[in-house]
Nanobody, 118 residues
Framework: VQLQASGGGLAQVGGSLTLSCAAS????????MGWFRQAPGKEREFLAA????????YYEDFVKGRFIISRDNLGNTVYLQMNKLKPEDTAIYYC????????????WGQGTLVTVSS
């Protein structure tokens, strides 16, 4: 699976931004698609995931109510809508994929930078 993330950029505190991740190379019905981020000087952290065929969403507690993961079946694209952005949301955001059987994400996009400024 090849993943191409996009949509990062500069956002204002309290604003919104939507990231996209286009997948190719395989059908996604047997995958989870996830979003992660890594802030400067910090470890990469999980944000959200979606089980592609069932559309079941999973969120890390600190993004619940602010971030929404969704998918476009026809376009093989997963989105991360980020609302009420905070300066601490500044990070490189990555999309990733894993099979239903795997415990780890084996395919990663290149990352897209999000900067939240006041």
């Amino acid at each position: 699976v090849q993943l191409q993330a996009s949509g990062g950029g500069l956002a204002q505190v309290g604003g919104s931004l939507t990231l996209s991740c286009a997948a190719s190379g395989d059908t996604l019905s047997n995958y989870y698609m996830g979003w992660f981020r890594q802030a400067p000087g910090k470890e990469r952290e999980f944000l959200a995931a979606i089980r592609w065929n069932a559309g079941i969403e999973y969120y890390e507690d600190f993004v619940k109510g602010r971030f929404i993961i969704s998918r476009d079946n026809l376009g093989n694209t997963v989105y991360l809508q980020m609302n009420k952005l905070k300066p601490e949301d500044t990070a490189i955001y990555y999309c990733a994929a894993r099979t239903l059987e795997s415990l780890q994400y084996n395919w990663w996009g290149q990352g897209t930078l999000v900067t939240v400024s006041s």
